[in-house]
């Protein structure tokens, strides 16, 4: 067999492989898809994690839009919940009432909100803000450096996803996809409810 020949019967073994591999994979599946929709949403599915199967707390440093750097370590002592977002993006569109409810009713209790935003300019990031009338502010991360530092902790996956940090800073919890109201809500609380 000759060296082109050879390399030729790798490349298609890889191929069958790697789709075996992804067939079962929704995200997987959507990525390959190629229907233009400009995003990859998660299936709405919900990780939970054990306080001993936590990882180290996260680290992250970004801005918000209106030129505030917000470091994942101030955000210890709290429950943090982070929502990864566009304005393009229509199950973004779908959840955004549900968070800003769910920020003004935990608010009280000291859990912080932030969006993370991963693609947009401040103008369209804030006509977006505007429209749904959300009142906690989002990091830029255009360049990815918020994604990628928490990648190492737990992957987001999906646009939108939601991560629900605990006091300690660690991921307790991932969204793949719209957050549902009543089980971000069920988190959240979990969340608190650990000293």
């Not at 199950?91 to 693609?119: K, S, W």
């Not at 369209?124 to 803000?129: G, K, L, P, R, V």
């Not at 629900?164 to 609380?189: C, E, F, M, N, P």
Request: proline share 5%; net charge positive; charged share 20%.
């Amino acid at each position: 067999m000759s060296r082109r020949s050879l390399l030729a019967a790798s490349g298609a073994a890889l191929a069958v492989a790697l789709a075996a591999c992804t067939a079962n994979d929704p995200l997987a599946r959507q990525a390959n898809a190629g229907d233009n929709k400009n995003y990859i949403a998660g299936d709405g599915s919900v990780t939970e994690y054990a306080a001993h199967d936590r990882s180290q707390p996260v680290e992250f440093s970004g801005k918000l839009f209106d030129g505030t750097t917000v470091d994942a370590a101030a955000l210890r002592g709290k429950v943090t919940i982070l929502n990864f977002w566009y304005a393009a993006c229509s199950p973004c569109r779908l959840e955004a009432p549900d968070l800003q409810a769910l920020h003004t009713e935990f608010a009280p209790n000291g859990v912080n909100f932030y969006g993370v935003n991963v693609r947009d300019e401040k103008a369209t990031a804030e006509a977006f803000e505007r429209t749904f009338k959300l009142s906690y502010p989002s990091l830029m991360d255009k360049d990815g450096g918020v994604l990628l530092a928490l990648t190492k902790f737990v992957p987001p996956a999906a646009v939108p996803t939601t991560l629900v940090l605990d006091k300690q800073g660690r991921v307790s919890a991932r969204i793949l996809g719209t957050a549902d109201k009543g089980t971000l809500k069920a988190l959240i609380t979990t969340a608190l409810a650990v000293k």
